[in-house]
């Protein structure tokens, strides 16, 4: 509801992208450790609304430490943003990328709930890019469903929310999506989806509506 009434009256755009990324993890114990590289492409507005292969968007790598335990999970993330905008409008053409570091503290809560699993999530960004700083909360609720021994459905809803250093906008995204798992090994997965991202610029009064396919591989040691 609000980010569709926010909408109503802010000049909005349309996009279509693919996210794509690779995982890899070990566990120690109650340590965890991960690292995984992203790549997004995006649609170009000038060409097609549809070929999300036309524009570079993102490219980033990221090292996470984590404490686990049955039910929580404890953990720090350090990683590297190089972002480039998001195409709406001739004016964005313009605009050079930017990376971003992100120092990133969080809790992670895990219930079973019959053969399914419940996942909460919060996280405080610190963002640093090299004209300014930022904070963001991050709150996200995921479902894990199988479906079969290999095979699974999740359903993911996150909230972005500015928070202090100098945040513009106290509701900055929606992400909201499902993705079909499928576990090769008990080391390997894989994941193919669809999620939707709301977008508020943050110093004009436009959103960003995202369509983007979710491609990405697991693999545990």
Aim: no cysteine; hydrophobic share 35%; aromatic share 18%.
């Amino acid at each position: 509801m609000i980010f569709f009434s926010i909408s109503g009256y802010a000049q909005t755009y349309n996009h279509t992208s693919v996210w794509s990324r690779f995982l890899i993890s070990k566990q120690f114990g109650k340590l965890l450790i991960s690292g995984d590289v992203a790549y997004r492409r995006q649609n170009d507005f000038r060409y097609s609304k549809y070929n999300f292969l036309n524009k570079p968007f993102l490219d980033a790598q990221r090292l996470m430490v984590g404490y686990r335990t049955k039910d929580w999970l404890f953990s720090f993330g350090v990683s590297r943003w190089n972002a480039y905008p998001i195409l709406g409008k001739e004016a964005d053409l313009e605009r050079p990328p930017t990376v971003e570091w992100r120092f990133v503290p969080g809790i992670e809560y895990f219930k079973t709930i019959k053969k399914g699993t419940f996942q909460w999530r919060t996280q405080y960004e610190y963002r640093h890019f090299a004209e300014r700083t930022a904070g963001r909360f991050r709150q996200r609720f995921q479902f894990r469903q199988p479906i079969s021994e290999t095979n699974s459905l999740i359903f993911l809803q996150e909230f972005l929310l500015g928070a202090p250093p100098n945040s513009t906008k106290k509701y900055e995204q929606n992400q909201a999506g499902v993705t079909f798992n499928h576990n090769f090994t008990k080391y390997l997965e894989s994941e193919l989806g669809y999620r939707y991202i709301f977008r508020r610029r943050r110093t004009t009064n436009e959103i960003d509506n995202e369509h983007a396919l979710v491609v990405g591989l697991m693999y545990r040691l």
